[in-house]
């Protein structure tokens, strides 16, 4: 097999190839960004939680209307949003803490959605129909992701310094501005979208995978902010193309295979990263002794 | 039942009118059959002489039946067994001994033209309406047998059913026939059309490496792709792809058509579209021709 041969024509001969890769590409654009922030904030399992708290949305939407992108998007959004908003006023009006609310609140949307589920019966096909699969984006599903990507980039320019204000010195920016609140919730507006989109079109793991793990990889190679989020924008999309690759020669799940490629980038990352790796670690200190 | 009912029965028979009396026909017989298309047959053949009762019902799949002690039970009380026989109900021979049952087992499928597939007898053969026509006959023959008083409604039904068989056969085949034989390819991940293709001439063929269990890898859905072009496939039936909008990207990328559901090995429940054998046959035929048609 030639490389043209292996890397490039079975985008050429397929179209669902050339969707899916398109569909990877525009969601590692939107999700290096929100990814990075994410980590930065200190909220990496947040992503994973909000994702839970969709459950429900999907599946009251599955249920009333059928299967219908709009209508299930729609009710994941307003789910996830309900369950953002509700931990989040929780931890206003209370001494508890937001993460423990999102816990108490991501369950029980989570166990709602999974009774609803069963209450209709044949729970296996119903979780694979509310979850797509990147195999099988379709062009609505394209362009919700292409559509949440853009509108997603649009409001990262605009919100982009108070928010990056806020992840460091919280205090300063209620000082100066006062909006830091405002600020949390339309970036946590950003988050649920990029998760339902994710969800949507690609499935369950692929939305959370490609959020978190370039962006954790990232943390390896550079310091800045912006250069964080260029990195895992670059590695989102490296791993969407090479995790499709693989599982088009070696016949493996699409889904599985692109997020443990970008698992495998992390683990790699972090051997042998610029910063906060192990080399940087062990090998550097190693250096400084015996200089 | 006591004795008293019984008399106070047998009293208001006899003061009823002299042509209700003949209507106090024995209790029907009690039939048993291995799944609900039988069951069907049976009923319809059958009528108010016989109870019928399947052991796998609508809906469900008599491959992975497990048996429960009730089964067994009717069984012992059964006045008849009937069967597919080919190897369809691997299960009933220990199951109708360990119930102790005395009735006779009708093997519907007997004297059929059998289809192999390589070394493994092909037991789907009520998918072909001639076949079927033939489990008629066996269940009917079986039914006079256990019943010879009511021989003549028997026969009449039976000849009734057959009939409507042979009719829609025959509507099927003449509406293919403005198909020519290269317009009639499907691909099916199922193994059960097999005799349903021979009788009506249609070019079935699997769905080449499909396995039903977990993800897609995308040299799966690029096989299935590569095949149906190659091969100029005109519908794709394939149900065990639970996420419909995959089949839908993989024929329309393909340029096939998306085949509805097709029924196999099980009625739908009461009151749906398939839930006779007739109703399912035709609706087979019905989605198989428009699958065929909307690929031109």
Redesign the interface.
Same mark, same amino acid.
Do not use: C, M, Q, T
């Given at each position: 097999m030639t490389l043209y041969g292996a890397i490039v024509q079975p985008f050429i001969e397929f179209g669902f190839m050339r969707r899916a890769l398109v569909a990877c590409l525009a969601l590692g654009l939107s999700c290096g960004p929100v990814g990075t922030l994410l980590v930065l904030r200190r909220m990496s399992l947040a992503g994973d939680a909000m994702a839970h708290a969709l459950l429900p949305g999907a599946a009251v939407a599955f249920l009333l209307v059928g299967l219908s992108l709009p209508a299930m998007s729609l009710g994941a959004f307003i789910a996830a949003l309900a369950v953002a908003a509700l931990a989040g006023g929780v931890a206003r009006f209370t001494a508890q803490r937001e993460d423990a609310s999102l816990a108490g609140f991501y369950l029980i949307a989570l166990a709602g959605g999974v009774m609803l589920i069963s209450l209709r019966g044949n729970s296996v096909d119903l979780m694979r129909v509310l979850f797509g699969s990147i195999l099988a984006v379709d062009d609505a599903a394209l362009l919700l992701v292409a559509g949440v990507a853009s509108a997603s980039l649009v409001v990262l320019a605009v919100v982009w310094r108070p928010l990056l204000v806020e992840c460091f010195d919280p205090g300063f920016l209620r000082a100066v501005a006062g909006h830091g609140a405002l600020h949390h919730q339309l970036f946590l507006v950003l988050l649920v979208a990029n998760l339902v989109a994710g969800f949507q079109a690609l499935g369950t793991l692929m939305a959370v995978g490609l959020l978190m793990l370039p962006a954790i990889a990232a943390r390896c190679w550079a310091q800045s902010v912006g250069r964080l989020s260029a990195i895992a924008c670059a590695i989102a999309a490296a791993c969407g193309y090479g995790g499709l690759l693989l599982s088009y020669h070696f016949g493996l799940p699409s889904g599985p295979s692109i997020v443990l490629l970008a698992g495998a980038v992390y683990l790699v990352s972090l051997c042998i990263g610029t910063r906060d790796s192990l080399r940087a670690r062990f090998f550097t200190a190693h250096r400084h002794r015996t200089a | 039942m006591t004795a008293l009912p019984n008399r106070r029965r047998a009293l208001i028979a006899a003061c009823a009118l002299p042509g209700l009396v003949a209507a106090q026909a024995p209790a029907p017989l009690k039939v048993v059959a291995s799944f609900s298309l039988l069951a069907d047959m049976v009923a319809q053949v059958g009528g108010d002489a016989v109870a019928v009762h399947a052991l796998v019902g609508p809906d469900a799949d008599a491959h992975a039946f497990t048996p429960a002690p009730a089964d067994a039970q009717r069984l012992a009380q059964a006045g008849l067994i009937v069967v597919n026989g080919l190897g369809f109900e691997g299960w009933i021979d220990r199951l109708v001994r360990a119930s102790g049952s005395k009735a006779p087992v009708v093997v519907a499928s007997q004297g059929i033209t059998v289809r192999r597939i390589g070394q493994v007898t092909d037991p789907h053969a009520w998918q072909s309406l001639v076949a079927a026509q033939r489990y008629v006959e066996n269940i009917r023959a079986a039914l006079v047998a256990a019943r010879p008083a009511q021989a003549a409604a028997i026969n009449a039904r039976a000849a009734t059913y057959t009939g409507q068989l042979a009719a829609l056969d025959a509507s099927v085949r003449s509406r293919l026939a403005a198909l020519p034989p290269g317009e009639r390819k499907l691909v099916t991940s199922h193994d059960a059309f097999g005799y349903l293709a021979d009788a009506w001439g249609l070019d079935m063929r699997a769905a080449q490496g499909w396995t039903t269990a977990?993800?897609?890898?995308?040299? &799966?859905?690029?096989r299935l792709?590569r095949q149906l072009k190659a091969q100029k496939v005109r519908a794709l039936f394939v149900e065990n792809i639970? &996420?419909?909008?995959?089949v839908?990207?993989?024929a329309r990328?393909a340029g096939a058509a998306v085949g509805g559901t097709l029924y196999s090995d099980a009625l739908s429940p009461p009151g749906t579209r398939a839930d006779t054998y007739l109703k399912l046959m035709a609706h087979n035929a019905d989605t198989l021709l428009a699958a065929l048609m909307a690929g031109r």
């Open positions: - | 977990g993800e897609a890898s995308a040299a &799966d859905v690029a792709i639970s &996420d419909p909008r995959l839908e990207r993989i990328e």
